[in-house]
């Protein structure tokens, strides 16, 4: 998905925010109950809903202008750090009480992504914020999800978080002109659009099926595809600082992982 999003920024963001949750409604309503099709979208917490599904296409906005002007790997290194941000979330909105452990995490994570924004400092690239803006976001709606996921199905929130993001992509039409798409460019915002929903399904399950401290260092696999086809379209070769800073972000982030895992909270997905 975010190959295809960096690929195609020559539309306007509103166009691909359209596109890609359009489409992505499709796996959402292969996984409602046949029983459920008709009463899905009832809901008796209309206004949490709303909070999730706003802080989300933020958030989204937030990273598909990020994937449009940095490297790819520099993005999805930055991503990692939500669980850092999520870990300081839960403090002043959940009261929990953090340990030693994820403190040292979350100092780690700062750490790394210092290094991964260096070049913002160097360049004065301002785009190096909105990754940053993205995990802040996402921070809010892991902490709305931990609370929706009590007593409403993963679909229906899928379901509001995807309406609202397609109404923006489309209104999006009366203040900037759309590109009509190629062929094979709708082909590509097929691809992202499929790619992006299906991946959140799977993420998903993986999370009910096995221990986050499997899956989590298997998702982190992404870095290493980013690097590469980076590399291979767009002639990118991550920095050392970056590389390292990644580290940092994604050891941070495996032990708040860990942590969470042992006492048996939930554990919230990135860009659910």
């Known amino acids: 998905m975010d190959i295809c999003v960096k690929w195609l920024d020559y539309y306007p963001v509103g166009q691909v925010l359209f596109f890609r949750f359009f489409i992505g409604f499709i796996p959402i309503f292969f996984i409602i109950p046949r029983d459920k099709l008709l009463t899905f979208y009832k809901t008796s917490r209309p206004g949490l809903h709303a909070f999730r599904a706003i802080a989300g296409a933020l958030a989204i906005i937030a990273l598909f202008f990020g994937l449009r002007e940095l490297p790819l790997a520099d993005v999805v290194s930055l991503t990692f750090a939500g ?73 229906t929130i899928a379901f509001y978080f995807t309406l609202l993001c397609t109404i923006l992509g489309l209104v999006s039409i009366f203040f900037v ?24 399904l799977m993420l998903t399950q993986s999370y009910r099926l096995a221990e986050a401290s499997l899956v989590t260092p298997i998702k982190y696999l ?10 291979l379209i767009w002639n990118e070769i991550p920095k050392v600082l970056t590389l390292t800073g990644a580290m940092l972000v994604i050891l941070s982030s495996l032990i708040i992982f860990i942590r969470e895992s042992q006492l048996k909270k939930q554990i919230i997905t990135p860009r659910s």
């Not at 999800?145 to 199905?153: G, I, N, P, Q, W």
């Not at 759309?178 to 992006?196: E, H, Q, S, Y």
């Open 83 to 155: 669980p850092i941000f999520v870990t300081i979330a839960s403090i002043f909105f959940l009261s929990e009480k953090v340990g030693i452990k994820r403190w040292f995490a979350v100092f780690l994570g700062f750490i790394g992504m210092l290094l991964i924004v260096q070049p913002a400092f160097v360049d004065v690239n301002y785009y190096y914020i909105s990754p940053i803006i993205f995990c802040i976001f996402f921070a809010c709606v892991a902490i709305s999800v931990r609370s929706l996921s009590k007593t409403e199905a993963n679909y």
């Open 222 to 231: 992404s870095l290493v595809f980013a690097i590469v086809f980076g590399f």
């Open 177 to 200: 002109e759309w590109v009509m798409p190629t062929k094979i460019d709708f082909l590509i915002f097929v691809i992202m659009a499929l790619c992006g929903s299906i991946a959140n």
